[in-house]
């Protein structure tokens, strides 16, 4: 394991305005490996790769770190 999928994640603005923010998080360059690993897949040979969910418990990850920091700035505001 090299690292290089990891490092390959980045973060994307999509849109900006008053009172939304959209982002993007997506693979610059191992985009083609995301689903392989997130859900699985058969093996050339026969047999499958099982999955190894890391997109989702990411995506859950920062979901609730998100809502937690809104929660602080509304508390302190």
Do not use: C, M, P
Request: charged fraction near 30%.
């Amino acid at each position: 394991h090299t690292g290089k999928y990891a490092k390959s994640w980045a973060l994307k603005t999509v849109k900006e305005t008053e009172n939304a923010l959209t982002l993007v998080v997506h693979s610059k360059n191992k985009y083609q490996l995301t689903h392989l690993l997130e859900y699985g897949h058969a093996k050339r040979g026969g047999g499958r790769v099982g999955a190894r969910a890391h997109i989702k418990l990411a995506e859950e990850k920062a979901v609730k770190s998100f809502e937690e920091k809104i929660r602080e700035a509304i508390e302190h505001d």
